[in-house]
Nanobody, 122 residues
């Protein structure tokens, strides 16, 4: 069983930046970041395919968020810039052992981090 341990997050003013980290104890085909605001469904924010390093983003964060990884440390990062109050949510990293499927579907993923709160004040 792969374990994902998250760090980072916190509170920031609008326009600020935060970085999230997710350290994995084993391999995955792809790693993603999801977020969930109160009363809303969990939504996929960004994904990185481990073998190719291909990345994809939700339209709402494109150009502001960057997903990356440190292969040596088996850690995935989410750099979040130009944050707005709309980005306030609990953020989760996730790992998927398999290929294919819709990366934005939470049901695709086998492993989940513990979650970290991101709060953006305007």
């Amino acid at each position: 069983q792969v374990q994902l341990v998250q760090s980072g997050g916190g509170s920031v003013q609008a326009g600020g930046s935060l970085r999230l980290s997710c350290a994995a104890s084993g391999p995955s085909y792809k790693m993603a970041w999801f977020r969930q605001a109160p009363g809303k469904e969990r939504e996929g924010v960004a994904v990185i395919y481990i073998r190719s390093s291909e990345t994809r983003y939700a339209d709402s964060v494109k150009g502001r968020f960057t997903i990356s990884r440190d292969a040596a440390k088996n850690t995935v990062f989410l750099q979040m810039n130009s944050l707005t109050s709309e980005d306030t949510a609990m953020y989760y990293c996730a790992g998927d052992r398999g290929s294919g499927g819709n990366w934005r579907s939470a049901t695709q993923y086998d492993y989940w981090g513990q979650g970290t709160q991101v709060t953006v004040s305007s």
